[in-house]
């Protein structure tokens, strides 16, 4: 079977660093995605790993560890605008298929 | 970017009746769409993936007789909810991977549409 947890809530402040954490245990692992999702809105991507490393992109990087099942979305200089949840995904081989996580909700407090 | 539009954004039901939602890619063709289903507070969960000009894969647990999909052009595919109940509110999603110039697609463009709020009275 396919299993991806995350956190269910985490808050923080405005201005300082927050760290998603991801692990999965899936057949098939193509890769991994990080996406943002506003209530009530559709997901937008944010990253996506393949290898092992950090990927960074502004504000916003991601890691990943495939030996150990692992990956984090790293935020720094948090907004207000950040308060969302973030939903890490694993591509599985040969399907094209996303399996979602069970999502992390994040508050970013002034 | 790639654009995907869902229609309608939100629709009110009686139990009993069908109610069709499309999810149409704007500016490139799509050969896979996918469907997602997400409670309130909760992650997306995939229904099942629509293929043009052949059938939908169901995920284990969605029924296909109730959730019709129909993928009849590189643009368009469709999802039936049949004989809808309350249980059946919830927000539901389609994706569409983009196919890029010379035929391959990319791992990092799978873009979502903005969601379809079903309530089910």
């Known amino acids: 079977g396919q299993n991806i947890d995350q956190p269910t809530e985490m808050t923080a402040t405005e201005g300082a660093i927050v760290q998603i954490n991801c692990t999965y245990q899936t057949s098939g692992f193509n890769g991994l995605f990080w996406y943002q999702q506003h209530a009530g809105e559709a997901p937008t991507f944010l990253s996506y790993?393949?290898?092992?490393g950090l990927e960074e992109k502004g504000r916003f990087s991601s890691f990943l560890s495939r030996s150990k099942g692992y990956s984090y979305l790293l935020l720094k200089e948090l907004q207000m605008k950040d308060s969302a949840s973030y939903l890490c995904a694993v591509s599985i081989y040969n399907t094209d298929k996303l399996i979602f996580g069970t999502g992390t909700r994040l508050q970013v407090f002034p | 970017g790639a654009v995907v539009s869902q229609h309608p954004s939100r629709v009110i039901c009686k139990s009993g009746t069908s109610v069709k939602i499309e999810c149409r890619s704007l500016d490139f063709q799509a050969t896979t769409m996918f469907w997602y289903r997400q409670f309130p507070k909760q992650s997306l969960m995939l229904m099942a993936t629509?293929?043009?000009?052949?059938?939908?894969?169901?995920e284990q647990g969605v029924e296909k007789d109730k959730f019709l999909i129909n993928h009849a052009s590189l643009t368009l595919s469709t999802l039936t909810v049949t004989s809808a109940h309350p249980e059946d509110s919830s927000f539901y999603i389609c994706s569409a991977r983009a196919i890029l110039a010379g035929g391959q697609t990319s791992t990092d463009t799978q873009y979502f549409g903005p969601g379809t709020r079903l309530t089910v009275l």
């Open positions: 629509s293929n043009e000009g052949s059938k939908a894969t169901y």
């Open positions: 790993n393949v290898l092992d």
